[in-house]
């Protein structure tokens, strides 16, 4: 089959948009190729300065391919996130529960600190509030990772470190019982997060590890865990100053 006839196949009625269906008939070093010019151009010149052109000079792919197997921009910057989650990455694994949530704590500071990585990882998140398919891209990819995360939360429960589905009733386990470990990972992250792209305040280590441990705490409590299982928090317990959700922060860290 030709390089036409696989392109025109990939944009068939009923099928994936271009930029979300994986091309065929490329090598994988020509779609890495342009995902690393999408990258190189959104680190250099933000989503409103990425053209078509750049992409098409710093991969080398013609501008002709490039519309006909990602069909525009937002396309080619859906395909750049897709492959990027493509990867063989997997959390951390250090023997506890307590190590593996400071440690994803810590990459996650790293990957946005480090200068040789950090400038694309921001265009990407930046891209995602400047396009709806990247904005879908970028949450498929994050998606993916935490329900890698789910590791973490097998091995705790394991280790006895936390509540299980078999923790339950003595009649036996309710159906998706246990610790919501996309819950728990994103409450590794979320202060991370809010503080590199909200308040733009600088992170580091020391608030990795406060992260997680906040994040390691509530696990504990049972804030992360469903269907009804014996570790969610007694309402009675430490009630006496309850505030809605999202109140109570402003008064500091809470350190």
């Known amino acids: 089959m030709s390089d036409d006839d696989e392109t025109r196949g990939a944009r068939r009625p009923g099928t994936q948009r271009p930029g979300t269906q994986r091309p065929g008939g490329r090598t994988a070093r020509t779609r890495a190729a342009v995902r690393d010019a999408v990258l190189s151009g959104l680190t250099d010149h933000g989503y409103p300065g990425l053209t078509v052109e750049y992409v098409a000079e710093h991969s080398g792919v013609h501008k002709t391919t490039l519309y006909r197997r990602w069909g525009d921009l937002e396309g080619l910057v859906a395909d750049a996130l897709d492959l990027a989650g493509e990867d063989s990455w997997l959390p951390p694994d250090t023997g506890s529960l307590e190590g ?22 921001c265009a990407m998140i930046a891209a995602g509030f400047q396009s709806q398919r990247a904005a879908e891209a970028l949450r498929a990819y994050y998606t993916e990772r935490f329900r890698r995360c789910g590791v973490i939360v097998e091995r705790a429960a394991g280790r006895g470190e936390l509540p299980s589905a078999a923790d339950d009733a003595p009649a036996g386990p309710a159906p998706g019982a246990g610790v919501d470990a996309g819950a728990l990972a994103r409450a590794v992250c979320a202060p991370i997060f809010f503080r590199l792209f909200i308040t733009r305040e600088p992170v580091d280590e020391a608030l990795a590890d406060q992260a997680a441990a906040a994040a390691l705490a509530a696990a504990r409590a049972g804030a992360f865990t469903t269907g009804g299982g014996a570790g969610a928090p007694d309402p009675g317990v430490g009630s006496g100053a309850h505030s809605a ?9 809470g350190s």
């Open 100 to 121: 593996d949530l400071r440690a994803l704590a810590r990459e996650t500071v790293h990957s946005f600190t480090d200068p040789a990585v950090a400038a694309s990882g």
């Open 245 to 253: 959700p999202g109140q109570g922060s402003a008064s500091g860290d």
